[in-house]
């Protein structure tokens, strides 16, 4: 399967602070990339859709303005969520698509937010 | 309701069989996904299945799909304690990019 990194693995920042995670596909060119947000024991909620080259495309409910999607290249996607607050505080997945034999995502080892 | 639907814990003793189930809501995903996850870590996922599909089989692990019925289970055989995780099934809804929907997680236990 295709290998995925995030940088960093773990952040805490202060209140009102801006933080950036990265995405990395380190094996081959990801035209799209996924961001996932997971609470304590809970499942993944899909954040937005990350398109090489054009805009994100965020899901209901997620404010573009405070998570900001950028895929400047093939191989990498960054996430940046701006003026933290305690509640953004989660576990933040991203994955990349591929399609070759099936169609299937492989996903980063998370990015641990803590806002305090 | 939700979309996708899973048990919450599941608890097996070291050499048996577990078995994870999972019902699903769109019936045109494409493919089927069973992911595991360890405690802070990513989703590393352990197969997939394709819709046309009943069974898929893959060294200790099998799975089953019934369309018409939505149903999808995870057979893991000769379950040892670094199976211990939380397992996901995800569909993957209509359209041209594969958005994934999870179910809850199935908590897997594994005692001696």
């Known amino acids: 399967g295709a290998v995925v990194s995030q940088h960093p693995s773990w952040v805490i920042c202060k209140s009102g602070t801006s933080v950036k995670i990265e995405c990395r596909s380190l094996?081959?060119?990801?035209?799209?990339m996924f961001w996932y947000r997971q609470f304590p024991k809970q499942s993944l909620m899909l954040m937005a859709t990350?398109?090489?080259?054009?805009?994100?495309?965020?899901e209901q409910g997620v404010e573009k303005d405070k998570f900001l999607i950028n895929h400047a290249s093939l191989t990498l996607s960054t996430l940046t969520v701006t003026s933290a607050h305690p509640e953004d505080s989660s576990f933040y997945i991203c994955s990349t698509r591929q399609v070759i034999q099936s169609d299937t995502q492989y996903f980063g080892p998370g990015t641990r937010l803590t806002v305090l | 309701g939700e979309d996708v639907e899973q048990s919450l814990f599941l608890s097996v003793r070291e050499g048996d069989s577990s078995v994870i189930n999972c019902t699903y809501t769109?019936?045109?995903?494409?493919?089927l996904y069973w992911y595991k996850q360890e405690p802070g870590a990513g989703l590393q996922l352990l197969t997939y299945?394709?819709?046309?599909?009943d069974m898929k089989q893959d060294q200790r692990l099998t799975v089953l799909l019934n369309k018409k019925d939505k149903h999808l289970s995870l057979r893991i055989a000769d379950t040892q304690t670094g199976d211990s995780a939380i397992y996901f099934c995800?569909?993957?809804?209509?359209?041209?990019?594969?958005?994934?929907?999870f179910g809850a997680g199935t908590r897997l236990a594994v005692h001696p």
């Open positions: 299945i394709f819709s046309n599909m």
């Open positions: 990350s398109n090489e080259g054009s805009k994100a495309t965020y």
């Open positions: 094996d081959f060119q990801a035209t799209t």
């Open positions: 769109d019936s045109s995903s494409t493919y």
């Open positions: 995800a569909e993957s809804k209509g359209g041209g990019y594969n958005k994934l929907i």
